[in-house]
């Protein structure tokens, strides 16, 4: 029962970051800096309609999570994204993140928190079943 409590936990967790990044920072843009990275990795002419499909896509990532659909494949896209993501702003706009360079370690913590929501506690999870 913990380790099920635990997974919806994350779960939930994983999700709320997608949300209030997608949503809230790029969407809403109430987090400016989210299209100045965007600005200085891409160009300043698309940034806006870039950052907003980012956005959106960040959205879409959240409800994806909720949902549970192909959670495996989720997991790795999610995974892929965030590194992918992390190591560009880190070469291309180190002085535009909220912690420097060690956003890095924080990525580095979520990849670990959705590699084990998944690949440990959903794969412990189905075999209860």
């Known amino acids: 029962?913990?380790?099920?409590?635990?997974?919806?936990?994350?779960?939930?967790?994983?999700?709320a970051v997608w949300l209030i990044n997608g949503l809230l920072c790029k969407v809403l843009n109430l987090v400016e800096r989210h299209e100045l990275i965007v600005a200085k990795v891409m160009g300043d002419e698309f940034s806006r309609p870039l950052t907003l499909l980012i956005g959106?896509?960040?959205?879409?990532?959240?409800?994806?999570?909720?949902?549970?659909?192909?959670?495996?494949?989720?997991?790795?896209?999610?995974?892929?994204?965030?590194?992918?993501?992390?190591?560009?702003?880190?070469?291309?706009?180190?002085?535009?993140?909220?912690?420097?360079?060690?956003n890095a370690g924080f990525a580095f913590v979520f990849i670990l928190i959705v590699y084990y929501n998944e690949f440990h506690l959903n794969?412990?999870?189905a075999q209860q079943s």
């Open 56 to 102: 959106l896509a960040e959205i879409g990532m959240a409800l994806w999570v909720l949902t549970g659909i192909k959670s495996r494949l989720n997991a790795v896209i999610q995974i892929t994204v965030v590194a992918a993501m992390n190591i560009l702003e880190f070469v291309l706009a180190p002085d535009l993140l909220l912690w420097g360079q060690l």
């Open 1 to 15: 029962m913990k380790e099920r409590a635990v997974h919806t936990l994350l779960t939930y967790s994983i999700a």
């Open 123 to 125: 794969k412990a999870l």
